[in-house]
């Protein structure tokens, strides 16, 4: 009889550097294998931010595709330890659970002609939430453009064919809601480092790039506003604003400190954007 594959997730995966590193690092160790199952160890995980349920769902959901691989694990412990995954229904449970802390924000997926759900998802799981900060009506204005925009990027840009994932959690003892959003394209370099010419060649400056106004790679038609206005609004209500892309973590509340970015040794696919609403 074959030995089980096992492979773990320890210590805490926050949305930060470190966190997202040891998501990305479980995907490349599980991409060595194809037509198997993995069981997936987490008596060793102290702590998991539930909106990055939206990143390790398309991870599992990429080594399904892409290695004909399933995953198992000890559900019970999860709904004993973690039951906040199953609170946000990333996990199922034989008798459903229910929000009561009402802190999550739905983990989901949509397919790229769903914009209908994207638009319906935000309205409602997300400015409806307890944890969202109080918005002007241009503020909720333009935060719903900006991310319909970044949602019809992920077709255009990131020549993505893949469902694109989402999920938030409310921190409140730390004031703020997380928003993750994941997208399985191609990142953000390649449409860029078209658009300029080669000028702009690694994924730190394409983010930079993209965050300036007015930047865009659709050709003749008006954008480029959605990131320099979430980038706008985080930096003035001193939230913060994470885009991974490619081999780089930027992140605003980096900005100006001397080190302003970090690089993954095992880089993702797409891209992903960490939106941090603060009370």
Same mark, same amino acid.
């Not at 930079?208 to 320099?228: D, M, Q, S, V, Y």
């Given at each position: 009889?074959?030995?089980?594959?096992?492979?773990?997730?320890?210590?805490?995966? $926050? #949305?930060?550097?470190?966190?997202?590193?040891? !998501?990305? =690092?479980?995907?490349?160790?599980?991409?060595?294998?194809? &037509? %198997?199952?993995?069981?997936?160890?987490?008596?060793?995980?102290?702590?998991?931010?539930?909106?990055?349920?939206?990143?390790?769902?398309?991870?599992?959901?990429?080594?399904?595709?892409?290695?004909?691989?399933?995953?198992?694990?000890?559900?019970?412990?999860?709904?004993?330890?973690?039951?906040?995954?199953?609170?946000?229904?990333?996990?199922?449970?034989?008798?459903?659970?229910?929000?009561?802390?009402? $802190? #999550?924000?739905?983990?989901?997926?949509?397919? !790229?002609? =769903?914009?209908?759900?994207?638009?319906?998802?935000?309205? &409602? %799981?997300?400015?409806?939430?307890?944890?969202?900060?109080?918005?002007?009506?241009?503020?909720?204005?333009?935060?719903?453009?900006?991310?319909?925009?970044?949602?019809?990027?992920?077709?255009?840009?990131?020549?993505?064919?893949?469902?694109?994932?989402?999920?938030?959690?409310?921190?409140?003892?730390?004031?703020?809601?997380?928003?993750?959003?994941?997208?399985?394209?191609?990142?953000?370099?390649?449409?860029?480092?078209?658009?300029?010419?080669?000028?702009?060649?690694?994924?730190?400056?394409?983010?930079?790039?993209?965050?300036?106004?007015?930047?865009?790679?659709?050709?003749?038609?008006?954008?480029?506003?959605?990131?320099?206005?979430?980038?706008?609004?985080?930096?003035?209500?001193?939230?913060?604003?994470?885009?991974?892309?490619?081999?780089?973590?930027?992140?605003?509340?980096?900005?100006?400190?001397?080190?302003?970015?970090?690089?993954?040794?095992?880089?993702?696919?797409?891209?992903?954007?960490?939106?941090?609403?603060?009370?």
């Amino acid at each position: 009889m074959e030995d089980k594959i096992v492979l773990s997730i320890k210590h805490n995966v $926050s #949305t930060k550097f470190s966190g997202i590193k040891k !998501l990305f =690092d479980f995907h490349k160790e599980a991409s060595h294998y194809y &037509n %198997d199952t993995i069981y997936i160890d987490f008596y060793h995980l102290d702590w998991f931010d539930a909106n990055l349920s939206a990143l390790f769902g398309s991870i599992l959901a990429k080594l399904k595709k892409e290695n004909n691989l399933n995953f198992s694990t000890d559900l019970k412990f999860l709904e004993e330890h973690f039951n906040v995954l199953f609170r946000n229904g990333f996990l199922r449970s034989e008798a459903p659970i229910d929000d009561l802390q009402e $802190s #999550t924000v739905s983990f989901k997926s949509f397919d !790229l002609n =769903d914009k209908g759900g994207f638009v319906d998802y935000v309205e &409602n %799981d997300l400015f409806a939430h307890r944890g969202m900060p109080s918005l002007e009506d241009d503020e909720k204005d333009t935060i719903m453009q900006s991310l319909i925009e970044v949602y019809c990027n992920i077709q255009e840009h990131s020549k993505s064919i893949e469902p694109f994932y989402v999920c938030g959690q409310y921190y409140p003892k730390q004031g703020f809601l997380a928003f993750s959003m994941v997208d399985l394209g191609v990142g953000f370099l390649p449409a860029i480092e078209v658009k300029t010419k080669g000028k702009v060649n690694n994924s730190y400056d394409a983010i930079k790039w993209a965050l300036e106004k007015r930047n865009t790679t659709r050709e003749g038609a008006p954008g480029g506003l959605g990131l320099f206005d979430l980038n706008s609004y985080f930096n003035r209500t001193k939230g913060n604003f994470q885009i991974i892309s490619g081999d780089t973590f930027w992140s605003l509340d980096m900005e100006n400190t001397v080190l302003k970015k970090f690089n993954f040794p095992n880089p993702y696919a797409g891209s992903i954007l960490n939106l941090f609403f603060k009370r």
